[in-house]
């Protein structure tokens, strides 16, 4: 089992920027990868960036590029998610998501509890 604790998220005005944070604990030797995911209502659930446990590889969703950043501190076995230039269309519950398989197949994923990022127009 692993388990994710986030904290960051909040309320901005379009073209700010947020910090998500995510703590893991448990068997995170056995992950493949670290990400967020993202939810607006009405709207399915949706990958927004991820990062290689071992790799460090990162790969973010066309609609982010450039503006968010994901990293992960190896010493807090902590995923970061920068998020600068914040659209009204980022709104959304973000998700920290963690898996032994790819997070893009959303099959044995292990979430956090959900943070509402809110931007404003």
């Known amino acids: 089992q692993v388990q994710l604790v986030e904290s960051g998220g909040g309320l901005v005005q379009a073209g700010g920027s947020l910090r998500l944070s995510c703590s893991a604990s448990g068997r995170t030797f056995s992950l493949y990868e670290m990400g967020w995911f993202r939810q607006a209502p009405g709207k399915e659930r949706e990958l927004v960036a991820s990062?290689?446990?071992?790799?460090?590889?990162?790969s973010m969703r066309d609609s982010v590029k450039g503006r968010f950043t994901i990293s992960r501190d190896t010493a807090k076995n902590t995923v970061n998610l920068q998020m600068n230039g914040l659209k009204p269309e980022d709104t959304a519950v973000y998700y920290c998501?963690?898996?032994?398989?790819?997070?893009?197949?959303?099959?044995?994923?292990?979430w956090g509890q959900g943070t509402q990022v809110t931007v404003s127009s």
């Open positions: 998501a963690a898996s032994e398989l790819p997070l893009i197949e959303k099959r044995s994923v292990y």
């Open positions: 990062i290689n446990w071992s790799s460090f590889k990162t």
